[in-house]
């Protein structure tokens, strides 16, 4: 470990800094100005012989005064060397970087969190500004900031600094501009409240106000705000920039409404920026109008900015005009920008709009009578995932105008809403809307959309159909949606008419409510399509740097895709309940999905749901009580293992009735998971009973193993995933959910099976068409191929919890492969409602998501066998059909606790000796017991138990009636044994 140097010193002694050794040779040198380089190494490309990969990066050589320095052996004297430098899978800086290896002497300093690359020794200033122009220290509340221990030590002079000009600068002895205060260090560090809002600030030095009580807040935090540390001597040692949020929250949280609201006929519009040096709303007669009618001031009472209208403003549109400090250029600057707390928008919301919500204009005709569809339970719930786009763009029986629309859903002659409501007549309770929020990626102008023509002239296995919606991207009307703009508006680009969007949005929720379908919005409140000064930033032109999660140097977060945001911070909190609560509320939409609900603390999750059951019915028009809230729980990113505090992943919601999606049983449904290869099989895809040869995790014991393992997955998912459920696993041995191991996880994570989301096909990844065509033996049959199908969707529709499905899975959809389809067009989208095709073999996917699997998929695609015929899409649509009206049929396929399911679900066929690809399950008690069987091998298969005879089973009467004649082969004989055919779901029940 270096020990700490005075920079006077440190600056001195790199005079002497060595030079590359050898006319092969470049010398990388790095800084830290905390000088913990432990686990740091250099990834090194495009011009070097050293044998490095990301996981055994380039060591040290040595290290100097400076730092540690890489030596890197290189190729020629010429081509510029690649580099990164890192810790795992931490950057510092952040960028790939480039060494000019021309330079005199071969040599690169880098100081930490700097992207430029130095070719002379830094100086002094330039140490300092690296950390200067971050945002290493924390305001944490009134009273208190933390900085790094390793800058702080005993005797130094710690100082707040703050100018409303952005003027601070570094001297050698100090920051000079604006004004500053004296810190005092507290030697027992942060509290245990403080550590547990946050806890990444463990081991921090803390720091107090010495005049809290009559300090002038407004002032520091409206402007440039930093932190100096002077050692001794009277050396600047330490300068760095400060993260506001928790600051803002203790002083400045606001309850109340945001955005525009009316009472009466009077609006008034409220925006909270207390960081803001002034606010002016700009207001404009039209949405297309360059130039405001009037400039308003607002004025500012505790961090909320206000201004009361005339009854005249109504339906105008505005802007704010905020003047703000913004760390993204350290300067003060003026940004216009549209309204966080939009409930209108003009066209591409380039203007917020000042609507009433509330007004007959923004209504269809009878929305304030329709109630949304009853539910007894959220146990009553199935699910449908769509895309509004994907549901009408390629239905010829919807006016043109109307297709891609909310509108659409309003037609219910069309071949959509026809077989949405036949789903709905067999049982399904609700359609899971994709994001339909205002978003980023599509142009809400018509006008300009490109589309490709007639790609069906090609060949079913050709790369032409993907170059060619690949060369519209981003023009066409299509896009999943996951990159948020404005939280609280409808999408407009989903409206015939954008600037009627309310009303549209109304009118689809009421029509779908009509057919006996609840309605949920799929939202994404973990990141947004942009930020800082970039386009389309709303947030950070309002309140820099609060909206988001910043790491320790105050950059930005990414694990999501995008900017990540920070609903640990209270008024990101109030953005996404607010949102929610408006939906709910305005549009009558019944449940919400969260994206990547593991970002958001579970305590964010929780009071989501807290607001919700404050909506009543006499009050609100809704009870919010029966709106469900699910989401992805996934254990990653920054928030991973509770680093930033108790998290919603999936084993943080046991006992929360908050659902999170199954990847347990997806995994042992299909087989593999979605980052191994995709032809690895499940029990529903042929694993150890009907082999892929083109692909094999290991021989057949290695096969039969891992297929008893998924299987015991299976048995634990359709018990609704329970953590505390006892049973006999695959190895004969007595265990709970929990006890059962999934990749290094607890298989079972629930306490009732409503947290639990059963799946097998989503949006993300291939469809489970397209799984099964990737998975099975290349020998199967279509019809065989169906029935795989047909098995999944058995496995999901009969399970305790609630079965989640993505839109087509019912019709064998394909995406022809697509493994990632958020930007692949109508084409690769379609869904055929007239069941005639299935939109398998229409191309080789999106090279840019899919080209590692072409060439699994181009034979497939080739093949005409394997190409769905009407015969196999009806027989998939009437099993799935069949399968929803068993699982309503009967309450013990939707059992609510974890006791009712101990003592009423059991299984038999366990143990090492069970048959492989085989899982039956028995529900209830007595004489009145059900009896379910998924026989997923090649063969008919008996299980015989005596706990079945004399039960007097009979097939299911609607699978007596079923049109598969396959199904109606499956017996009961009285002497304890059921025989159930190949690749069929057989439910059994007494006469």
Not at 557 to 566: I, K, L, N, V
Not at 597 to 626: E, P
Request: hydrophobic content about 35%.
């Amino acid at each position: 470990m270096l020990r700490r140097l005075s920079l006077p010193v440190l600056i001195l002694l790199c005079t002497l800094a060595g030079y590359a050794q050898g006319p092969t040779q470049a010398r990388i040198h790095y800084y830290r100005p905390d000088a913990q380089f432990a686990g740091w190494g250099l990834h090194v490309w495009n011009n070097t012989t050293d044998n490095v990969t990301w996981t055994t990066p380039l060591q040290p050589a040595g290290s100097d005064s400076y730092g540690i320095y890489f030596d890197v052996d290189l190729f020629d004297a010429t081509t510029p060397l690649g580099f990164i430098i890192h810790k795992g899978d931490t950057k510092d800086p952040g960028p790939d970087m480039y060494m000019d290896v021309t330079q005199p002497g071969r040599n690169a300093w880098i100081i930490s969190g700097d992207s430029t690359i130095y070719y002379t020794q830094p100086t002094k200033s330039q140490l300092l500004s690296a950390n200067f122009h971050r945002l290493q220290a924390y305001w944490i509340d009134r009273n208190t900031i933390a900085i790094q221990a390793a800058y702080f030590h005993s005797g130094d002079t710690v100082r707040l600094h703050s100018d409303l000009s952005a003027g601070l600068a570094i001297t050698d002895t100090g920051l000079t501009g604006g004004q500053s205060t004296l810190l005092t260090p507290d030697p027992s560090g942060l509290t245990p409240a403080q550590l547990a809002t946050f806890p990444q600030l463990n081991g921090y030095a803390a720091f107090h106000l010495q005049n809290a009580r009559s300090f002038n807040y407004a002032m520091y935090l409206k402007g440039q705000v930093a932190v100096s540390d002077v050692d001794s001597a009277g050396n600047l040692t330490y300068a760095t920039g400060v993260q506001t949020p928790g600051v803002l929250d203790d002083l400045y949280f606001y309850s109340g409404k945001l955005g525009p609201s009316f009472r009466g006929t009077v609006p008034t519009v409220s925006v909270w920026a207390p960081t803001a040096q002034s606010v002016a709303l700009q207001l404009f007669n039209a949405a297309t109008d360059a130039t405001p009618t009037q400039v308003v001031p607002m004025h500012e009472s505790n961090g909320v900015w206000s201004v009361q209208g005339k009854p005249q403003w109504k339906n105008k549109y505005y802007l704010f005009n905020v003047k703000v400090y913004t760390p993204f250029t350290f300067s003060v600057v003026e940004n216009v920008v549209t309204d966080p707390w939009s409930l209108g928008l003009s066209l591409n919301s380039t203007k917020s709009q000042i609507i009433d919500l509330d007004d007959a204009s923004n209504k269809p005709l009878g929305w304030d009578l329709l109630p949304s569809p009853p539910l007894a339970s959220w146990n009553d719930l199935s699910i449908y995932e769509l895309h509004i786009r994907d549901f009408s763009a390629t239905d010829s029986t919807i006016p043109a105008v109307q297709r891609g629309t909310y509108l659409a859903f309003t037609d219910q002659t069309s071949n959509g809403m026809k077989h949405l409501r036949s789903l709905s007549q067999s049982g399904l309770r609700a359609v899971h809307l994709l994001p339909n929020f205002d978003i980023a990626s599509v142009n809400e102008d018509k006008t300009t959309w490109k589309t490709t023509g007639d790609l069906s002239v090609y060949p079913p296995d050709s790369d032409q159909q993907q170059a060619a919606v690949a060369a519209i991207q981003g023009q066409d009307g299509f896009n999943w949606g996951y990159d948020p703009l404005h939280y609280l508006t409808p999408e407009g680009s989903y409206a015939v008419n954008a600037a009627s969007r309310t009303k549209e949005y109304r009118a689809m929720v009421e029509s779908l409510h009509a057919n006996g379908l609840r309605v949920i919005q799929d939202v994404v409140f973990n990141h947004t399509s942009s930020f800082g000064q970039n386009p389309n930033s709303v947030l950070d032109e309002v309140v820099p740097d609060y909206y988001y999660r910043l790491d320790a140097n105050g950059a930005n977060y990414f694990a999501s895709c995008c900017a990540d945001t920070a609903t640990e911070h209270r008024m990101m909190e109030k953005l996404m309940i607010d949102a929610v609560t408006t939906f709910a509320k305005e549009y009558k939409v019944d449940g919400f999905r969260f994206d990547i609900m593991s970002f958001h603390l579970l305590s964010n999750i929780q009071h989501v749901r807290q607001a919700l059951d404050q909506l009543t019915l006499r009050n609100d028009g809704v009870d919010g009580r029966k709106v469900y809230l699910y989401g992805e729980g996934w254990n990653f990113g920054e928030t991973g293992n509770n680093a930033l505090g108790k998290n919603a992943m999936q084993s943080n919601l046991y006992g929360t009735g908050i659902g999170s999606f199954n990847d347990r049983t997806r995994d042992g449904v299909r087989g593999g998971g979605p980052f191994n290869d995709v032809r690895e099989q499940g029990f529903a895809t042929g694993l150890f009973t009907d082999p892929n040869t083109t692909f094999s995790i290991g021989d057949s014991d290695t096969q039969k193993a891992k297929l008893l393992q998924e299987s015991d997955w299976i048995r634990i998912g359709l018990t609704g995933n329970l953590r505390d459920y006892s049973f006999t696993d695959s190895n004969g041995n007595t265990v709970t959910g929990g006890s059962v191991d999934y990749n290094g996880q607890h298989a079972g994570y629930t306490a009732q099976p409503i947290e639990d989301i059963s799946y097998a096909s989503a949006h993300d990844n291939q469809t489970i068409f397209d799984a099964v065509q990737l998975k099975s033996n290349i020998t199967d049959s279509i019809a065989d191929r169906t029935r795989r199908q047909n098995l999944a969707n058995s496995l999901i529709l009969l399970g305790q919890g609630i079965p989640f499905f993505h839109a087509g899975d019912d019709i064998l959809r394909s995406k022809s492969g697509d493994n990632n389809s958020y930007d692949s067009g109508d084409w690769f989208n379609k869904i055929d409602w007239t069941l005639q095709t299935d939109n398998w073999g229409v191309g080789l996917p999106i090279a840019s998501q899919n080209s590692f699997q072409w060439s699994d998929l181009q034979p497939l695609l080739a093949d005409p066998a394997l190409m769905p015929q009407p015969a196999n899409i009806q027989r998939a649509y009437d099993h799935f059909c069949e399968m929803l009206r068993v699982r309503y049929s009967s309450p013990l396929f939707r059992m609510s606790t974890e006791p009712q399911i101990q003592a009423n679900l059991r299984f038999l066929n366990v143990g090492p000796n069970q048959i492989p690809g085989v899982i039956a399950v028995v529900l209830g008690t007595g004489r009145q017991q059900i009896v379910v069987v998924f026989n997923g091998s090649n063969a008919s298969q008996t299980i015989s138990d005596a706990s079945l005879a004399n039960l007097r089973l009979q097939l299911h009467p609607v699978l007596q009636h079923s049109t598969d004649p396959v199904v109606k082969q499956s017996t009961y004989n009285s002497n304890g044994s059921v025989t159930v055919p190949a690749l069929t779901t057989a439910v059994f029940t007494p006469r």
